[in-house]
């Protein structure tokens, strides 16, 4: 597509002309804007971009194998992860308020990142190079909701890093601030990007540690990331991912009731599927999955995943539920 190549032209020349022979570095989730950023500028700089991706152990199944093996090998990005779970966990433990996960979440993963990057500005010094830029995949939506609207491009152009001395800071390149999520959906297709990113539906940062109600364990985890990977195939295989917007996969980790399996009484944890379709997230209803697919993914989940004896629907719009449960 002529319009979507030359957004792309444009954008390389931009960002060769800035970055010079510095180098940059992105911290990537994942997810479509993080992938279709650092995509773009590697396209423009090949190896003077380094990608930092911290898996904090609340990923879904296969998603660190899609950025480290898919993204990597389509994309040719260089690529360094960072195995934070166990410092996660820990941090996590013991902790049952929402707010407080997202705050312990949001706060070790910027240390995570910052840490890495340090490190990777330290070694670049050894061998006489910089790092002067770092990727961030802003688009005009987050634009304008941090109230930065035209004409005031650079609100936010200068990023402090922990663990560095203050007066190193990180120019900023956003290359997608002009630009609205089905555009660097297509804009990531022409550049490669694989189709299980650029059609990601949206996953929140703070991962499954929000859809786990009760405290985070490793066991829990790995529950709730059978159930979800078992839920998003069935409902994929439906034809449903283009009707349904998101579809949280909750683990009701405090609760049990009884359950009759195999031979004999279960005392396990019910899961709640929270289908939604919505425009923008701001609102939503929820869907009207067919029984018959409901039946499969409920059937498949309690034969398949240990501890879960029950599945349960949301059917509450928003408002006045929010679409994650914490
Ligand atoms: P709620 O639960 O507020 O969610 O109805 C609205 C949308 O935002 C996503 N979400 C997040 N995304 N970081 C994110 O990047 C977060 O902390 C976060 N919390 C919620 C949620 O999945 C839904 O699409």
Redesign the pocket.
Known sequence: DWTNASVIDEQIDLIRQRVGSKNVICALSG?VDSSVAAALVHKAIGDQLTCVFVDHGLLRENEREQVETDYVNSIGVRLVTIDARERFLSELSGVVDPEHK?KII?REFIRTFEAAAADLVLEAKDEGAEIGFLVQGTLYPDVVESGGGSGTANIKSHHNVGGLPDDITFDLIEPLRALFKDEVRAIGRELGVPDAIVSRQ?????GLG?RIIGEVTEDRLSILRRADAIARDELTKAGLDGEI??C?VVLLADVRSVGVQGDGRTYGHPVVLRPVS?ED??T?DWTRVPYDVLSVISNRITNEVDDINRVVLDVTS?PP?????E
């Open positions: 997810g997202r949001g949206p996953f929140p940062g703070p929000i917007w998101q949280p919505s997230a701001m939503a928003k539920g929010t679409i994650e449960w």
